[in-house]
């Protein structure tokens, strides 16, 4: 059983830091998309 828990705790660790890295580049693409539109007015 504990095993099983660490597992879905080791998981969820991994879940969260992918979360983290998409929303990085999705902030990084959105800054990058705001500058060229503003760049190009």
Not at 6 to 35: D, E, H, I, P, S
């Amino acid at each position: 059983m504990p095993e099983a828990v660490a597992g879905m705790l080791q998981v969820a660790a991994l879940r969260r830091r992918l979360n983290l890295l998409y929303t990085l580049q999705f902030t990084m693409l959105l800054l990058v998309f705001v500058l060229g539109v503003y760049k190009f007015q």
